[in-house]
């Protein structure tokens, strides 16, 4: 693999708009992860490598979101839980199953959310009287966070999507509380997968780092947009993106 001036661009521009699309909604890493293997990187590796960038993302993400006081950590242990034990299957199954898997998986998931939320927006996004519920130990929200964890730890690409269904539609978080509890718990699984990922070689770093650094920026822009766009914008915002992931997964 070569590091070029053409190669360091492609992953700039593509990690700068996959942060503020991973922050709103999800599905950055169909950006990110055909960047990384038009650099040379097998499906494996660009798999673990992008990795690098989602983890650095939370990071500035959920300080961003935390300073506005949009982060609400009253539920974050229910949270995190499932979705960390749901993200170790899920890294376990990326790292030794054939990258064939991959993109049945990602395309059967967003067409699904993409019907769910054209169809039945109603199971996805609260109105505005509702209040958060609290997550039941061993309830089906709990058992959804887990199947979202492996998905996210398996393939990661539009998992934002099914957290949000979850997150939002379960447990009736408003969409801006749900984008930053989201992001919270892809950086628990996402550090889960990518220890695995480093201790089994997988990383290739150089390409990891600079994609990284533009999708910090990415995210911080991505906060800014977020607390300032209305809940009707951004559910076409979601219903767009989910649709156009499908069309992706489907070239």
Known sequence: MEITLLTVSLLLGTGLIAGIINTLAGGGSNLTLPALM????????????????VIMHTLVTLRGFSRHGK?????????????????????????????????????????????????????????????????????????????????GGFVQAGVGFVLIAVIAGGLRYDLIRTNALKIMCTGAFTSVALALFIWR?????????????????????????????????????LFVMTVVVSIAALI
């Open 38 to 53: 038009i650099m040379g990187l097998p499906a494996d590796a660009a798999n673990a490598t992008n990795r690098v960038g």
């Open 71 to 151: 982060l609400p950590l009253n539920d974050a242990k229910g949270l995190l839980i499932p979705v960390l034990v749901g993200g170790l299957v899920g890294s376990v199954l990326a790292s030794y199953l054939p990258t064939t898997y991959l993109k049945p998986i990602l395309l059967t998931t967003m067409i699904s959310m993409s019907l769910l939320m054209l169809l039945r927006p109603g199971v996805v996004f609260p109105s505005a009287e509702e209040q958060p519920q609290v997550l039941v130990r061993w309830g089906k929200s709990w058992w959804l966070l887990v199947l979202a964890g492996v998905y």
């Open 201 to 237: 070689g997988q990383v290739v770093w150089v390409p990891g780092l600079i994609l990284a650094s533009a999708t910090m920026v990415g995210g911080l822009i991505g906060v800014r947009l977020a607390l300032n766009i209305s809940p009707k914008v951004m559910k076409w915002v």
